[in-house]
């Protein structure tokens, strides 16, 4: 059975950085392709970042958030630089397909 452990997240002020990480177990990790997801309260889950053999970001994160990998570790990585207070979220990780079970998620917060 896969297990997705996400960890990392924070109350961090605006202008700040996180980085969150996920460890995957039970799978072939090196042949998933990753993402990482957000759902902010009253909001559906939304998909932030996916890595494959390339990466991919959504409009609202691009040029502040970087995704990476790193298969040694079965982990995946989110960077999230100049946080804004509407990147305040619960953040997962998933295959870019959803195939897993969700973990239990990193609560992201953004304030002053």
């Known amino acids: 059975q896969v297990q997705l452990v996400e960890s990392g997240g924070g109350l961090v002020q605006p202008g700040g950085s996180l980085r969150l990480s996920c460890v995957v177990s039970?799978?072939?990790?090196?042949?998933?392709?990753m993402g990482w997801y957000r759902q902010a309260p009253g909001k559906q889950r939304e998909l932030v970042a996916g890595i494959t053999r390339i990466t991919n970001y959504a409009t609202f994160v691009k040029g502040r958030f970087i995704i990476s990998r790193d298969n040694a570790r079965n982990t995946v990585y989110l960077q999230m630089n100049s946080l804004k207070p509407e990147d305040t979220a619960v953040y997962y990780c998933n295959t870019l397909s959803g195939d897993y079970s969700w973990g239990q998620g990193t609560q992201v917060t953004v304030s002053s």
């Open positions: 039970g799978s072939i990790f090196s042949l998933d392709a």
